[in-house]
T-cell receptor
Framework: GDSVTQMEGPVTLSEEAFLTINCTYTATGYPSLFWYVQYPGEGLQLLLKATKADDKGSNKGFEATYRKETTSFHLEKGSVQVSDSAVYFCALSDLSSYKLIFGSGTRLLVRP | DGGITQSPKYLFRKEGQNVTLSCEQNLNHDAMYWYRQDPGQGLRLIYYSQIVNDFQKGDIAEGYSVSREKKESFPLTVTSAQKNPTAFYLC???????????????FGPGTRLTVL
């Protein structure tokens, strides 16, 4: 079945460092891909999405490119801030049922 | 403002009791979902509903029940049959069947259930 694999955390960075969180997927067809962010004690917020190969999703300085050839959707940000500290989830949308399949999440901690 | 509301934010239950978690949305979305999140883990799908008066089991439906009598409401009941119900519960909604890419889910703030 479809699945999503994320790099394990926590990822600890200093403010203004470059961020990469790896995400790879297994799916039949061409699902939509998502990054969600969860701040402590809150629900998930959609960060960005991409719906077809080579699409780049972007929001709030974060970017991710839908790479069909490597089945990847890595999240990047050029300069992280303390306020970016959160848990980040990669997910894909099952094309037949529209269910979301989530990775296990990656905790990011940004130190001043 | 449109959005998804969940209540209560915190809920405490004694063993053997049923409890119902509320989820309401005013986004005019057709589909609604319930997820369970355990510490340090991803989200697992409990139930989902793509249209009023219809719902399907997700990956971990045992010990849970739902109803979908109104488009805007999708309550989840955690029954006494659920062996380990302490968790964070998230409700989500999306459009459905209105285009090939009507698949973005929007989440509520969650309810944290603790069994005493």
């Amino acid at each position: 079945g479809d699945s999503v694999t994320q790099m394990e955390g926590p990822v600890t960075l200093s403010e203004e460092a470059f961020l990469t969180i790896n995400c790879t997927y297994t799916a039949t067809g061409y699902p939509s891909l998502f990054w969600y962010v969860q701040y402590p004690g809150e629900g998930l917020q959609l960060l960005l999405k991409a719906t077809k190969a080579d699409d780049k999703g972007s929001n709030k300085g974060f970017e991710a490119t839908y790479r069909k050839e490597t089945t990847s959707f890595h999240l990047e940000k050029g300069s992280v801030q303390v306020s970016d500290s959160a848990v980040y989830f990669c997910a894909l949308s099952d094309l037949s049922s529209y269910k979301l399949i989530f990775g296990s999440g990656t905790r990011l901690l940004v130190r001043p | 403002d449109g959005g998804i509301t969940q209540s209560p934010k915190y809920l405490f239950r004694k063993e053997g009791q049923n409890v119902t978690l509320s989820c309401e949305q005013n986004l005019n979305h057709d589909a609604m979902y319930w997820y369970r999140q355990d510490p340090g883990q991803g989200l697992r799908l409990i139930y989902y509903s793509q249209i009023v008066n219809d719902f399907q089991k997700g990956d971990i439906a045992e010990g849970y029940s739902v109803s979908r009598e109104k488009k805007e409401s999708f309550p989840l009941t955690v029954t006494s049959a659920q062996k380990n119900p302490t968790a964070f519960y998230l409700c989500a909604s999306s459009t459905y069947g209105q285009g090939a890419r009507s698949d973005t889910q929007y989440f509520g703030p969650g309810t944290r259930l603790t069994v005493l």
